[in-house]
């Protein structure tokens, strides 16, 4: 148990809908990481948050969002959802520049 | 071409053998990862490395800076490692977010 924790576990959805994804990070850790994996394109970075703010992006869609707040926590909102949103989504935390603690993974299925 | 290159994609092992997967990479980078993703998902982290080995039980993790180079060693491998095998690097010009090889796909055979 990574002491991070993600739910939903599965979610199954329509085209078109908007769905949120959510993220607690390990105790203390103030950066929270959101990956997308899916068949095609293996495990890419989409986002960071360290202590509330947008620390990085990468390729995010901008249908997507997320957010972090005040208790750490971050929600990565998918909207407009398309067929090939469907992937795994992972988030991690960490302190500082260490080891990233990954949580169990959201998987999505856009149908 | 992908910043980071794993080989073999597949690896097939009987109990036992010892098993190599390598990760190049083309990046200067400030740390390298080497996680493990079981059948159900999930990712843990193995190592993070900067710079010459790591060991950890059955596990061993080499870097070579100067090459852009690592190599995963599994000794004594059991059909419990059977899992994917994914290298990631944090680049120097990146901040801490990681760039990910494709994985491996090891299958340990008993």
């Known amino acids: 148990d990574s002491g991070v924790t993600q739910t939903p576990k599965h979610l199954i959805t329509a085209t078109g809908q908007r769905v949120t994804l959510r993220c607690s990070p390990r105790s203390g850790d103030l950066s929270v990481y959101w990956y997308q994996q899916s068949l095609d394109q293996g495990l890419q970075f989409l986002i960071q948050y360290y202590n509330g703010e947008e620390r990085a992006k990468g390729n995010i869609l901008e249908r997507f969002s997320a957010q972090q707040f005040p208790d750490l926590h971050s929600e990565l909102n998918l909207s407009s959802l398309e067929l090939g949103d469907s992937a795994l989504y992972f988030c991690a935390s960490t302190e500082g520049n260490n080891e990233q603690f990954f949580g169990p993974g959201t998987r999505l299925t856009v149908l | 071409k992908n910043e980071v290159e794993q080989s073999p994609q597949n690896l097939t092992a009987q109990e036992g053998e010892f098993i190599t997967i390598n990760c190049s990479y083309s990046v200067g980078i400030s740390a390298l990862h080497w996680l493990q993703q079981h059948p159900g998902g999930g990712i843990v982290s193995l190592f993070m490395?900067?710079?010459g080995k790591k060991k950890h039980g059955r596990l061993i993790a080499t870097i070579n800076i100067q090459e852009k180079h690592s190599s995963l060693h599994i000794t004594a491998s059991h059909p419990r490692d059977s899992a994917v095998y994914i290298c990631?690097?944090?680049?120097?010009?990146?901040?801490?977010?990681?760039?990910f090889g494709e994985g491996t796909q090891l299958t340990v055979n008993p």
């Open positions: 490395l900067s710079s």
């Open positions: 990631a690097v944090r680049s120097r010009t990146s901040g801490s977010r990681l760039t």
